[in-house]
Structure formats: structure tokens, C-alpha cells
């Protein structure tokens, strides 16, 4: 629906007036006919907590080394938020 209609260098420029400091992606389409075969597979995922419509840009996904679906968080909680951290350590064995 045009959320986001610049390019992946205003993205970019953008996410750095936020002070986002990770490794960005490029800009890919996850609703529609041209929607990207990794958000086709998350939002149809036969787990009810994971999958469905993605609300809204900064959703997020946990999928551990061997390509499993662990969880999904709303766009609103924070990427450091508490449930996150863990749930990545946990994941990564630590």
C-alpha cells in the first residue's frame, strides 16, 4: 500500500537518523501477488503463532541454524526487549 515507496538508500539513510546500527536488508514485498517466498512461508506456517498477515514494517521473526520457525513479535516490541534477547540466546545455546 506505498508505506514505504523510497529506495533502499533513503531506507538506509532513514534507519540512521533512528541510530539503527545493524545490517539492513533490501526492500522486499510481503503482502500482495509479487509477495517474497520467505514471507509466503512465514505467514502460511502451520503454526498458528507464527504465522499470519504481517502487521505492520520492524514485525519479527526467530528462525534457529537449521531453518525452524521459533517465534514471531509485533512490530511495537522493541528488538532488545527482554522476551527477544532471550528467546535469540536460548536459540543460539547460550
Known sequence: MGQEPGTNADIKKFCATKNVTFDLFAKVSVKGDD???LYRFLTTHPDKAI???VKWNFQKYLVDKTGNVIAKWGP???PTADEVTSAIEKALGT
Open 76 to 78: 511495537r516490541t522493541s
Open 35 to 37: 509477495q517474497c517466498p
Open 51 to 53: 504465522a499470519g498477515k
